[in-house]
């Protein structure tokens, strides 16, 4: 009897952070409310409060949930059977499987103020999460570095540089989801401007083999072929 009353809580505060999930993307955090999603999943105000304690507490775990599945994609990443700039590459093509889904949310939940409104519990699993997913995009340079086809400049570790490329990834994708009018501005491609500056950064601390040294246009099929088929992406964001 535990075990089935135990997945019936587990299958509800399912459908509690998948409406919630819609919501948020479809209206953003303004229209974002317990009533809203105790509505959409045709359950009671009181069941929603009985699993979460406030609506930023469920932004939260839908937080959790996006860096579980950044952290699986990260792992594929890492594993794929290239050289450390193509799997620095390859962790770069998640961002366009989280871009609209998992990172608006991983952005705002960033808030200190939206924070202090949650449970401890949660913020302790996010933070460890995050030092995983930092981990292991460190560990690509650190691989790097130990083959050679890296030199770090002097007190500028692994994680700086790993840093530095998300502050240009996660920016630009602010900007993107924003109302700046980028056409009209003549940027008709703003991913492909965020790939080729990145390219040119890596090229710039000399990160072998160079952009025109290596075919990185075939990588980026092989990387889909190999490390993120359809079916892989499916399964993980299902998850």
Known sequence: MTAVVYQSAEKRIAQILQAAREIFLANGWDHFSVERIAEVTECSRPLVYKFFSCKEEILLALAIESKRRRIRFYQRATAYRGRPREKMLALGEVETFLFRRDLPVELLVASTCLRAKTSRKRQRELKHLDARAISLGADIIREAVALGDLELPDRMSPEELL???????WGASTIMKSDTPMAAAGIRQP???????????LDGYCWRPLSGEWDYKATRLRV?????????IDEILSQ
């Open 224 to 232: 889909y072929e190999e490390a993120f088929p359809d079916d892989v």
């Open 163 to 169: 840093f530095a490329m998300w502050a240009i990834r």
């Open 191 to 201: 991913g492909l401007a965020i790939e080729r500056s990145l390219g040119v950064m």
